[in-house]
């Protein structure tokens, strides 16, 4: 199997966190990539949809369990229908996971998370807490951090610059 372009991907999501910071929203973007195609991209939509939980990594893992339970060839073997897992599929966002979407990466079996800049007052995969790698958990993912962390920094700088100046 050809080795993911992480870059290429990490652009990929940064373009979502660009829509978020268009839209008014904290700009975290995220895709979700299954056999080395793009099957779910998303940005934040907390504003827009008055939901704390829309997170980037939740409708883009929401999204990317939908596409695969439509792809045959995602079902195991045993399994008569796909229950959503998304086993062999990446994240790649923006920002660091929260312990929400951490969660999430592990309730979903995601193989792996490809993040972009640290979150120092809520990441739960390297920051503040491991929860993709804990040990007392059903499953682990395979994380990565800092591809692209300069690139996903801006943005975030940038949103709360503005807001800063707003005072929001």
């Known amino acids: 199997m050809e080795k993911p372009d992480r870059e290429h991907y990490m652009k990929e999501a940064i373009k979502q966190a660009a829509i978020a910071l268009e839209k008014g929203e904290v700009p975290v973007g995220a895709v979700v990539v299954w056999k080395n195609k793009i099957i779910a991209r998303a940005y934040n939509q907390m504003e ?20 695969l339970s439509q792809t045959p060839e995602a079902r195991p073997a045993h399994a008569k229908e796909h229950r959503g897992s998304l086993e062999g599929a990446t994240l790649y966002v923006t920002l660091e996971p929260c312990p929400m979407c951490a969660g999430a990466l592990v309730m979903t079996k995601c193989a792996q998370l490809v993040y972009g800049a640290r979150d120092p007052k809520a990441g739960a995969c390297h920051s503040l807490y491991h929860i993709t790698e804990d040990d007392r958990l059903n499953h682990r993912v395979k994380v990565t951090g800092g591809v692209m962390a300069n ?18």
């Open 151 to 168: 690139e996903a920094k801006f943005l975030l700088s940038e949103f709360f610059k503005t807001l800063r100046k707003e005072k929001r």
């Open 48 to 67: 827009m949809l008055h939901d704390p939980t829309a997170h980037a990594e939740m409708i883009a893992l929401t999204q990317a369990s939908e596409a």
